[in-house]
């Protein structure tokens, strides 16, 4: 692989949303996962749980494109190529759960025939027609989604870690916010 | 990459992982990540199997009724209906609400007995239940809940769980044990008050003629902004004769005499009801749905429901709706009553698991239903 004309970092607006979107899919991982245990605290989550889901879908769409249409930065040298379709893969698995997540939620309200409430009297229509068993098949996916997005989200920040920490490879720098120029840490120490 | 390079940073690797350091930080990934794992699944409940969850609340409706494929864990047995609101539009000084603005809006609704058996015989001492869904434009829904008792029994989650199990059959013996009920009373001088209250309103002889009362406080916000605590009942149209005394004898009480009464009433002529909201005054409980407030409160006449059209589960769609009490539009807010929350997702396990089962016919059946 060559990295001559690779920019050294993901377009700015790339690298803003990665962060943005961290920040948020964490808090959203962990209000789903409480909210479904509580009783005291299921309404006011979900309540957040809905507006949420939807601008991390609209987030996701912008960083999608944003993706499609600048230049990702090359791997760092230390990354084999086995390694290379794994990390693809991963970053693949990620954006697609990121669209499918919210799209489930969204379509596992309608199909189970309740108003999709944002905030006041904001509503979504229906992405899919009133379906009992249809919602109960899209309940269980968004569960199992939102659980391999956890898995996935634990796999990248160790991958990220054991790069930047113990190999020292500088493939965090990809993805900083600020401005890095050359690729590669090593020198850094 | 060649081989060369690729030995390079085998090399670079090796020395890395020899280091103390390197060892250390590996240590501390591995920490960082299983603490990330561990609060995921603390916040999920995995760590106290044994503390009062949605789900754990509908599993004691399931251990004491069994599971009843296709039916509500509670208030299983029941009859859908549709109709409208009228607005008079004296709702609207204390909600901004669309429903309140003067004019017509449709409305689904169910009938139904407590309990999570959906073939039991009807009696007249079995709480009795008024679900109605307002359907707003733009796709806003106000969903309610009511029953025919004034107050509730309890005020917080973990006593309902309690009281339950207290007031239910035992699954083993069929029988309720007295014991418990008086054990719990005792604990709990606040339900034995509000069986007093309740007892004081005694049922009436049917559906048609029964007024439902939403139980839980609500908040009320009108255009400026102002927030009102508010209780909701439906008074009924229909003049309320006395209850029945009990019979085990079928020709005398059919064992859905409750459901023929009501639809032969609605196929005769439409039953109608008044919204009556009940305006709370700064100070009255809105955290305990078992306190009645002062019978002085203001009462606004918001409107008339009317049901005209009666169908069974079989063929509604109207058993697909999850009656969810804080399904709300703009102008309603849930108050700070712990049940409400609870309700809402106790509610929605018990849609979750019903809606993908195989659905089981109801006793209410389309040819009950046009008969």
């Given at each position: 692989m060559s990295n001559t004309k690779s920019p050294a970092q993901f377009a700015l607006l790339s690298r803003i949303l990665h962060w943005l979107m961290a920040a948020l899919l964490v808090a959203m991982l962990f209000i789903g996962v409480s909210m479904v245990s509580s009783l005291g605290d299921y309404h006011g989550l979900l309540a957040i749980h809905r507006p949420l889901g939807i601008l991390i879908l609209i987030l996701a769409a912008i960083r999608l494109a944003t993706r499609m249409f600048t230049r990702a930065p090359a791997l760092p040298r230390s990354i084999l190529q086995p390694e290379q379709y794994v990390a693809k893969a991963s970053e693949v698995l990620l954006y697609t759960l990121f669209i499918a997540l919210p799209l489930v939620g969204w379509g596992m309200l309608s199909a189970g025939h309740y108003p999709i409430v944002m905030f006041g009297a904001v509503h979504l229509p229906p992405i899919l027609p009133a379906k009992p068993a249809l919602y109960a098949t899209l309940r269980e996916t968004h569960t199992i989604l939102a659980y391999l997005l956890f898995l996935a989200f634990l796999a990248h920040l160790s991958a990220v870690l054991f790069h930047t920490l113990i190999l020292r490879d500088g493939l965090l720098n990809r993805m900083v916010p600020w401005p890095v120029r050359a690729a590669g840490g090593e020198s850094r120490g | 990459m060649n081989t060369r390079e690729s030995n390079q940073l085998t090399e670079l690797t090796v020395t890395s992982f020899e280091s103390g350091r390197s060892l250390g930080r590996l240590a501390g990934i591995g920490a960082l990540i299983a603490v990330i794992a561990g609060l995921f699944l603390l916040a999920g409940g995995w760590f106290t199997p044994h503390a009062l969850t949605p789900k754990a609340i509908i599993n004691t409706f399931e251990r004491l009724n069994g599971v009843h494929s296709?039916?509500?864990?509670?208030?299983?047995k029941g009859v859908c209906v549709t109709g409208f609101f009228e607005s008079n539009g004296q709702g609207q000084a204390i909600s901004r609400a669309r429903v309140f603005v003067p004019g017509r809006v449709s409305i689904l609704g169910r009938f139904a007995l407590a309990g999570g058996q959906p073939y039991a015989a009807d009696t007249p001492q079995t709480i009795r239940s008024l679900a109605i869904l307002f359907k707003l434009p733009d796709g806003e829904e106000w969903r309610t809940a009511m029953v025919n008792i004034p107050i509730f029994v309890v005020n917080t989650p973990k006593e309902f769980a309690e009281f339950l199990v207290a007031s239910s059959p035992d699954p083993a013996t069929g029988k309720v044990n007295p014991a418990a009920m008086s054990a719990f009373l005792a604990q709990h001088p606040e339900t034995a008050a509000a069986l007093k209250v309740i007892g004081r309103h005694p049922f009436s002889s049917g559906f048609g003629d029964s007024p439902y009362y939403a139980l839980n406080a609500f908040r009320f916000v009108n255009a400026n902004g102002d927030s009102t605590p508010v209780r909701w009942s439906v008074v009924p149209d229909q003049t309320l004769a006395p209850n029945q005394a009990f019979s085990p004898n079928p020709a005398r009480m059919g064992k859905n005499y409750l459901f023929d009464a009501l639809i032969a009433q609605i196929h005769a002529k439409p039953l109608g009801w008044h919204l009556i909201l009940t305006v709370g005054q700064p100070g009255d409980p809105t955290a305990d749905a078992a306190l009645q407030w002062p019978p002085d409160r203001q009462q606004i006449d918001a409107g008339t429901v009317t049901f005209n059209s009666i169908e069974s589960e079989d063929t509604s769609p109207i058993r697909d709706i999850n009656f969810d009490p804080l399904v709300l539009p703009d102008g309603i807010r849930p108050s700070d009553d712990p049940l409400l929350s609870a309700r809402s997702a106790a509610y929605s396990v018990s849609f979750t698991r019903r809606e993908g089962e195989r659905k089981e016919p109801s006793a209410i059946s389309t040819s009950e239903v046009q008969k």
């Open positions: - | 296709g039916f509500r864990r509670n208030h299983a």
